[in-house]
């Protein structure tokens, strides 16, 4: 166990439409990481938060975004949904942003039908 | 952008035997990270070489890095059904740390 929790397990919606995946980061963490992993692309970086600000942007899209809270936790957003975002989506989290070890949460695993 | 090769893409090794996964990447190494995978699970930590010629162990996996050929090794010694699962290599953009950049990952596969 990893200490990063995400939830939820799995998430099955349609297309067109938008949901919400959760992620609390390690005790301690400052940085959460967004991954997307497909058969297709890989394990792919999204977009990592510091302490509540934006940091790093990577391959995502548009129609994506994300946010981290006060608490620490983190939030990403998928709208308008299409089949190829069915995914895992991974968040990481890590102390501090500079060269530190990333600790992965379970997943979440989304269909989009 | 980095790109990481990972070799073999899939391997099938009888247990008991010892085997090497390679990470080549195509610009300078500046530090480099060992996940393993479960199918369809998080990625654990193994371990995270960020000098030329630094050697971690950890059990009985071995990772090593050579900064010269851009090249990371890990090494597993008498293998068991424990290691079966995807090994991913990655790296920090630029040698901070934002989001890694990782391989395709290996897929071991340890047959009694």
């Known amino acids: 166990d990893s200490g990063v929790t995400q939830t939820p397990k799995h998430l099955i919606t349609a297309t067109g439409q938008r949901v919400t995946l959760r992620c609390s980061p390690r005790s301690g963490d400052l940085s959460v990481y967004w991954y997307q992993q497909s058969l297709d692309q890989g394990l792919q970086f999204l977009i990592q938060y510091y302490n509540g600000e934006e940091r790093a942007k990577g391959n995502i899209l548009e129609r994506f975004s994300a946010q981290q809270f006060p608490d620490l936790h983190s939030e990403l957003n998928l709208s308008s949904l299409e089949l190829g975002d069915s995914a895992l989506y991974f968040c990481a989290s890590s102390v501090d942003w500079n060269t530190d070890t990333q600790y992965f949460g379970p997943g979440t695993r989304l269909t989009v039908l | 952008s980095q790109e990481l090769e990972q070799s073999p893409q899939s391997l099938i090794v009888q247990e008991g035997k010892n085997l090497t996964i390679n990470c080549t990447s195509s610009?300078?190494?500046?530090?480099l990270y060992w996940y393993k995978q479960k199918y369809g699970e998080g990625l654990i930590f193994l371990m995270m070489l960020q000098k030329g010629g630094e050697e971690k162990s950890h059990e009985k996996i071995t990772a090593k890095l050579d900064e010269k050929k851009q090249q990371s090794s890990l090494h597993i010694t008498a293998s068991q059904p424990s290691h079966a699962g995807i090994y991913l290599c990655?790296?920090?953009?630029?040698?901070?740390?934002?989001?890694?950049?990782f391989g395709k990952g290996t897929h071991l596969i340890i047959q009694p």
């Open positions: 610009k300078t190494l500046y530090g």
């Open positions: 990655g790296v920090a953009r630029w040698g901070g740390a934002d989001g890694l950049t």
